[in-house]
């Protein structure tokens, strides 16, 4: 009878070495993105199959709040990687002297220009208010349309989500100086305000309110994986602020050089690929299948609203200040 305990043990004992053996990643992200319909998943398998090592997501709400993490835990990270921040954020986020430069060279393919050395883009979209068209037949064409509506909205805070800053710098690259009289005629739409997306979609999705701060890409999940075309993003005449999603690499990490391998593996055709039907974005490269069907249904704006990284760093206090002032009346 000792035999067989004798195996197991020896067994146990060379698993736990082997183990040990395999190099470990630490990434940083948001919650939508290792959830179970999320790219998490199917992004950890892809890469464990070829970087022989152990990929660890690790959440840590929506973008904002990740940012804030790490400028808490400073050069104490635990992680290697930080992977959901945005433009509105990059900024800060060099500021503060915490990320390594990539050293990667990829052909991208976004609307905008891109030469930063540290953050490199894995997907792009438009924010939207997304509404259901059997509720809401006739959604408001603008900001100043919705002020004047008695439609509810549900929006994230800018303080801890990517979307919420997102919704600021909109509202303020669209009006400048009006911005405050935007945001108070605004105010008694706003049913609440949510710490992230994940809690603002579900209570659109339950039918709390009549439209929720998302993407115009956010339709193409109802269409796609439940074949439900009652989801549409509104078209407003101001224009819609983009958002390119950033991933990058801590000076302070412990594996560079598989940091890095990741990194050429996030703007691969294997990653690239599963980000239309997982993150609901627009590819930073595009696939070499091409976008799914579906994707040539969705609201392409006109007119796309951006302020550079180092503009967003200024005006993001003042902006903030001009939201909850607004709010608070």
Known sequence: MKVPFLAAGLLGASTLAALAQTPQLRVLTYDSFVSDWGPGPAVEAAFEAQCGCDLVFESAGDGAAMLARLMLTGERADFDLVLGLDTNLTASAAGSGLFAPHGLTPVLDLPVAWDDPLFLPFDWGWFAFVYDRTRTPTPPASFRELADSDLSVVIEDPRSSTPGLGLLMWVKAAYGDEAPAIWQALAPRILTVTPGWSEAYGLFLDGEADMVLSYTTSPAYHLIAEQ????????????????????????????????????????????????????WMYPAVTPAEGLPAGYETLLRPEVSLLFSADEAAAIRESALTEWRDALAQ
């Open 228 to 279: 439900d075309d009652t989801k549409a993003a509104a078209a407003f005449a101001e224009g819609h602020y983009l958002q390119v999603e950033v991933a990058g690499m801590l000076a302070s990490s412990t594996q560079p050089d598989l940091a890095r391998q990741f990194l050429a593996f996030m703007v691969s055709d294997a990653f690239q690929s599963v980000i239309p039907t997982t993150n």
